[in-house]
């Protein structure tokens, strides 16, 4: 059973233009964490967001937490072929910080 | 900063034979795990330990052992590979931040079973 799903699983757009993508569960998480992962490595973290309706950027990437810490979405403006790579939710539920949920995962590609 | 070091980055096996995949990290982590990723399924928890001589299963633990022995290294054994055990292989440490703190994953060790 996957616990978070995430939409889209493939992407393909042009530079420059803007894009969601989300992380959707019927569960609470304590925590939820972003991470980037490029070909050939492993992932790399983006940020993690623990409140719910908390909102984070970095640079031009905005992560929001839902309201009830069940979801969440990455909002990428202006995407530049840089951020090409494939980006991954996890979540941590109250109680059990030793596995992370993992959802399946969204590969993005920024054509130039 | 090494960060995680996994090796070998590349192997390729006939089924039946023994292997180790080698973890070791620089940072101090207690936490330490080992994932694999396969496309469609993700990224799937094998084992992992909570420090030196502390080991437990994860979601996909059969065909797979583990030890720590030290806080800075977390082999992962295949006894017997098997085809089913095609996939990449990633080590993963955390620190003392609990379910809130950064994993640092490895570069991953490509493993073919043939």
């Known amino acids: 059973t996957q616990l978070l799903e995430q939409s889209p699983q493939f992407l393909s757009i042009q530079e420059g233009e803007n894009l969601t993508v989300y992380c959707n569960s019927s569960?609470?998480?304590?925590?939820l964490q972003w991470y980037r992962q490029e070909p050939g490595e492993g992932p790399v973290l983006l940020v993690t967001?623990?409140?719910g309706g908390e909102v984070k950027k970095l640079k031009r990437l905005t992560f929001q937490f839902g309201d009830a810490r069940k979801d969440s979405s990455l909002h990428i403006t202006a995407a530049q072929p840089g951020d090409t790579g494939l980006y991954l939710c996890?979540?941590?539920?109250?109680?059990?910080?030793?596995?992370?949920?993992w959802g399946l995962g969204t590969s993005l590609a920024v054509n130039p | 900063n090494a960060g995680v070091t996994q090796t070998p980055k590349f192997q390729v096996l006939k089924t039946g034979q023994s292997m180790t995949l080698q973890c070791a990290q620089d940072?101090?982590?207690?936490?330490m795990s080992w994932y694999r990723q396969d496309p469609g399924m993700g990224l799937r928890l094998i084992h992992y330990?909570?420090?030196?001589?502390?080991?437990d299963q994860g979601e996909v633990p059969n065909g797979y052992n583990v030890s720590r022995s030290t806080t800075e290294d977390f082999p992962l054994r295949l006894l017997s590979a098997a085809p089913s055990q095609t996939s990449v292989y990633f080590c993963?440490?955390?620190?003392?931040?609990?379910?809130?703190?950064?994993?640092?994953f490895g570069e991953g060790s490509r493993l073919t079973v043939l």
């Open positions: 940072m101090n982590h207690e936490y």
């Open positions: 330990s909570v420090g030196a001589g502390i080991t």
């Open positions: 569960s609470v998480f304590s925590s």
């Open positions: 993963a440490s955390r620190g003392p931040q609990g379910s809130t703190g950064e994993l640092f």
């Open positions: 996890a979540g941590a539920k109250a109680g059990n910080n030793r596995k992370l949920i």
């Open positions: 967001v623990v409140t």
